[in-house]
């Protein structure tokens, strides 16, 4: 039994891989530098990757789900996901 997988869950997929794979580069990078000035700043910079693939992989969704979902539903979640960043950015 052969599966298919769509072209937008694959891209997801890989999206995920490439996030996973970069957080335990970080973290090797970490363990070698054995600094913590140099970690702080490498999780500073995996601060910044971790909301671009959320963003990614959701629209991406989104554009594969687009006939199957409303247009009130996209906003809520486009809103969900809006506040949590900007409850990240907040002071």
């Known amino acids: 039994m052969v599966t298919f997988i769509a072209k937008a869950l694959l891209v997801i997929i890989l999206l995920r891989l490439l996030s996973g794979s970069i957080e335990i580069t970080a973290a090797m990078f970490m363990l070698k530098y054995n600094d913590l000035e140099k970690a702080f700043y ?9 909301p671009c693939i959320l963003i ?4 991406i969704g989104l554009v594969g789900l687009a006939d ?3 247009l009130f539903k996209m906003v ?7 506040l949590i ?7």
């Open 42 to 50: 490498i999780n500073t910079l995996l601060a910044l990757v971790g």
């Open 56 to 59: 990614i992989t959701t629209g």
């Open 68 to 70: 199957k979902i409303s």
């Open 76 to 82: 809520c979640l486009f809103s969900g996901i809006f």
């Open 85 to 91: 960043l900007f409850s990240l950015s907040s002071k």
